[in-house]
């Protein structure tokens, strides 16, 4: 215990009289017997700690007025009673400090007790103090250890002693365990004397506690924290641990004692309690939000107008917006304005393929925040698919706000997703289309800033397009090349054309070039810079370039076959 003033009483006819002051210009007064510690002691209590953590406010029993020549009156005092083999009170050891504290460690308690101890066996000592009754532990520090180990071998509290170094691996070695730490973790003492207490440390101990207590120990500090632990069998358990270091009569550290109290039980009733109070909160949370929009629509209503998933509007919500807007009939006015964006997230079907639906719906949900964030009050979010998002911009004056809305939302994208303790990465691609730009329908505005959408997929992930009257025919006809592409793989439509590629010096040629070539039943001879792009784009192309290398190498072995003393090689463009 690090304190400026100590003060050892000795019990003369029920008033304990300073005898030996430690500290400069220390002074000290007497100080009647407390009442705790009236004779008899009971058993249990005979070694009871008496602590003032503030002297000011301290009630319980009379502080003694000690002076340490700096004029001010100390604020912790901790009363230690000196006891001999039959609890008789010999005096007592006072400590102070200038600073109030917040009480003593388990560890703490248990030195000061060994102080009493052994002040107890100097004071009876046969010799006046020169020695004791009972023989030392071998070693220079025998006697020290046996007088720790008189205090904490009947304690409650689980108790570790060891050496003071090693502080890197392997650790310091066990010396002593008491038998409640046996109890406590399963281990026979022959299993922990000569190891480290690292052998309670698992795989689920925090490391952040454990990175505390080295640099505690590095610095010789004493520290209280709280440890996952493991007993023998593997089974988890919790510690309230506090490490306290031992001197020598030199100064010399030379161990440590460590205190462990099985919390458990209260660790457990903290996370029921705090489980109790996240469902309370949420409970509370979901029935402000529900009485909210209660307030708003009736139930019936609500029900059928969102998405139940993200609590977003769903499509016959939107649906119903457009058709009011489109017919002159909304709040707006009667001449219809603004933008429709239309998303659709990016790699969304790999998501669920990978992580499973529940990442997927987290995923949604957390896309329906973060839209939330990007659109204004006079603006509609909705869920109108799987991963499709819609957004009328009502607010929008011209492209120029429509096009600033998806820019928004996509840099809101940016951001990972924390999905189940992973960060995903993901994007969409929004296609924008204007309200009354020659649409009479609320179906046909979506279709055309779907239109748009899928012409921002085409550029790249996350992307956007705003809708032009000829994109409509440009993408039908993509998505019919897609189509048609497919069924030509099935069929074996494609075929090659080999072009000669001549020697300069021979004027001889010894290889030609496969060329691919596709010939539509309806559209007649496609361009490969046309076809092969798109293939490309719908992820047939290695499979197509499979084909037309097995073509070609069948083709050169037959023409291979026929020829003497001679053999033609081929190339062929492939992708991998």
């Known amino acids: 215990i690090e304190a400026p003033t100590a003060v050892l009483y000795r019990l003369q006819d029920d008033w304990l009289s300073p005898t030996v002051r430690i500290g400069a210009q220390a002074a000290a007064s007497g100080v009647k017997r407390p009442a705790a510690w009236a004779e008899p002691s009971a058993p249990g209590v005979d070694r009871a700690l008496l602590i003032a953590n503030d002297t000011e406010r301290q009630t319980d029993w009379a502080v003694p007025e000690i002076a340490d020549g700096s004029g001010s009156r100390p604020r912790f005092a901790v009363f230690v009673p000196v006891r001999d083999h039959v609890r008789r009170l010999l005096g007592a050891l006072l400590i102070t400090d200038s600073r109030a504290r917040a009480g003593l460690s388990a560890a703490q308690t248990y030195v000061l007790e060994t102080h009493g101890v052994q002040i107890a066996r100097q004071l009876t000592a046969p010799d006046g103090g020169a020695g004791v009754a009972e023989p030392p532990l071998p070693g220079p520090y025998g006697e020290r250890l046996r007088l720790l180990e008189s205090v904490v071998v009947n304690?409650?509290?689980?108790?570790?002693?060891?050496?003071?170094?090693?502080?890197?691996?392997?650790?310091?070695?066990?010396?002593?365990?008491?038998?409640?730490?046996?109890?406590?973790?399963g281990y026979a003492e022959a299993d922990v004397l000569g190891d480290t207490p690292r052998i309670l440390q698992g795989a689920d101990t925090e490391r952040a506690a454990l990175d505390r207590l080295r640099a505690a120990l590095e610095h010789w500090r004493p520290i209280e924290i709280e440890l996952r632990n493991y007993r023998r069998d593997g089974a988890p358990f919790w510690v309230e641990l506090s490490i306290v270091p031992?001197?020598?009569?030199?100064?010399?550290?030379?161990?440590?004692?460590?205190?462990?109290?099985?919390?458990?039980?209260?660790?457990?009733?903290?996370?029921?309690?705090?489980?109790?109070?996240?469902?309370?909160?949420e409970k509370i949370a979901l029935q402000a939000k529900l009485a909210e929009r209660q307030r708003m629509e009736e139930s019936l209503k609500y029900a059928a107008s969102h998405d139940d998933l993200t609590g977003l509007r769903n499509r016959a919500n939107v649906m119903g917006s457009l058709e009011s807007l489109l017919s002159g009939n909304d709040a707006g006015g009667p001449e219809a304005s603004g933008y429709v964006l239309f998303m659709d997230l990016d790699r969304f079907k790999l998501v669920n393929d990978s992580l499973g639906h529940r990442s997927g719906d987290l995923l949604l949900m957390e896309m329906a925040r973060r839209l939330e964030c990007c659109v204004g009050d006079a603006d509609t979010l909705a869920r109108v698919g799987g991963d499709e998002f819609v957004i009328v911009q009502r607010s929008a004056v011209d492209e120029s706000d429509a096009v600033a809305l998806a820019e928004r939302v996509l840099e809101r994208l940016r951001a990972p997703f924390r999905i189940q303790g992973q960060d995903l990465f993901t994007s969409a691609s929004i296609g924008l289309?204007?309200?009354?730009?020659?649409?009479?329908?609320?179906?046909?505005?979506?279709?055309?800033?779907?239109?748009?959408?899928y012409a921002a997929k085409f550029k790249g992930h996350g992307q956007y397009s705003l809708y032009t009257d000829s994109m409509r025919s440009e993408v039908i006809e993509t998505l019919a090349l897609q189509n048609d592409i497919r069924q030509a793989l099935a069929e074996d439509q494609f075929t090659l054309h080999y072009q000669p590629i001549y020697d300069p010096t021979t004027g001889r040629f010894d290889e030609v070039e496969a060329l691919a070539r596709w010939c539509h039943p309806q559209r007649g001879d496609v361009p490969p810079a046309v076809f092969m792009s798109i293939a490309e784009e719908i992820g047939v192309v290695v499979e197509l370039g499979g084909r037309l290398l097995e073509l070609a190498c069948a083709q050169v072995a037959a023409w291979n076959a026929q020829l003497d003393n001679r053999e033609l090689g081929v190339s062929v463009n492939v992708s991998v």
């Open 433 to 453: 289309v204007a309200i009354g730009r020659g649409h009479d329908t609320p179906e046909a505005l979506l279709r055309d800033a779907d239109i748009a959408m």
């Open 246 to 281: 031992v001197a020598d009569e030199h100064g010399w550290f030379t161990h440590w004692v460590s205190v462990q109290r099985d919390v458990s039980e209260r660790k457990q009733a903290e996370a029921v309690a705090n489980q109790a109070r996240i469902v309370h909160a």
């Open 155 to 185: 304690a409650n509290d689980a108790v570790l002693i060891t050496e003071a170094e090693p502080i890197d691996r392997p650790g310091p070695r066990i010396v002593y365990c008491n038998a409640a730490f046996t109890r406590t973790t």
